[in-house]
């Protein structure tokens, strides 16, 4: 997987809890992305990354933050999960923009009971 | 409004077949198109990438092909195996303010 770890990997929580989900990379990519996946939805953005402390939202950003203050390393935050938000969510890096090459992680599958 | 089309949503064939899985797009301006293979359980990985100058490509059994002017794109496997079973997904990037387009995917059963 490129020089992408995702963790956790799997994770279970309650509704109206904080979560918290990591991204590390070895590649030293220039930017990062977190996506959901859906059945038939396929993946969406949620945010990205151009750079430390560079970030914008994509099409599906609400109810979720990021942080990147490291090269290596681009966090996604869900302040107070919902249901809605159980997902697979994977984040991926690229060396330039979105329409160059992204390497994705293995995933990181969220249920919100 | 820009989208990404793939079609058919699934498909099942007996390994050792062909296949040919679809990709339609209206996305404007175009700057090129990539296909990505996502195993189960796995992030996607990409198979190959066309450019508005490009017809054909080949990646060993995978052959894409592009026609810029019908904005249709295909996914060509031969002499299917076990392995290919996937999803397979087109993804359009659109050459401005750095936006890609993603299709939904077609889920490709190999059966022995």
């Known amino acids: 997987d490129a020089g992408i770890t995702q963790s956790p990997r799997h994770k279970v929580t309650e509704t109206g809890t904080p979560v918290t989900l990591r991204c590390h990379q070895t590649?030293?990519?220039?930017?990062m992305y977190w996506y959901r996946q859906d059945p038939g939805h396929g993946l969406r953005l949620i945010h990205y990354?151009?750079?430390?402390?560079?970030?914008d939202k994509g099409e599906v950003s609400d109810g979720y933050s990021v942080s990147r203050s490291k090269t290596e390393d681009f966090l996604l935050t869900l302040e107070s999960a919902t249901s809605s938000q159980t997902s697979v969510y994977f984040c991926?890096?690229?060396?330039?923009?979105?329409?160059?090459?992204?390497?994705f992680g293995p995933g990181t599958r969220l249920t919100v009971l | 409004k820009n989208q990404v089309e793939q079609s058919p949503q699934s498909l099942i064939i007996l390994e050792g077949k062909n296949c040919t899985l679809q990709?339609?797009?209206?996305?404007?301006?175009?700057?090129?198109l990539r296909w990505y293979k996502q195993d189960t359980g796995r992030g996607p990985v990409s198979l190959t990438i066309?450019?508005?100058?490009?017809n054909t490509k080949s990646n060993g059994r995978y052959t894409a092909t592009l026609d810029a002017d019908t904005k249709q794109s295909s996914l060509h496997i031969t002499a299917s195996q076990l392995s290919d079973s996937a999803s397979y997904i087109c993804?359009?990037?659109?050459?401005?303010?750095?936006?890609?387009?993603f299709g939904k995917g077609t889920r490709l059963h190999i059966l022995p």
């Open positions: 991926a890096i690229s060396p330039a923009g979105a329409g160059n090459e992204q390497f």
């Open positions: 590649e030293n990519h220039r930017y």
């Open positions: 990354s151009y750079g430390v402390k560079d970030t």
């Open positions: 990709c339609n797009y209206t996305v404007s301006p175009f700057s090129n």
């Open positions: 066309m450019t508005f100058s490009e």
């Open positions: 993804v359009v990037n659109m050459n401005r303010d750095d936006k890609i387009i």
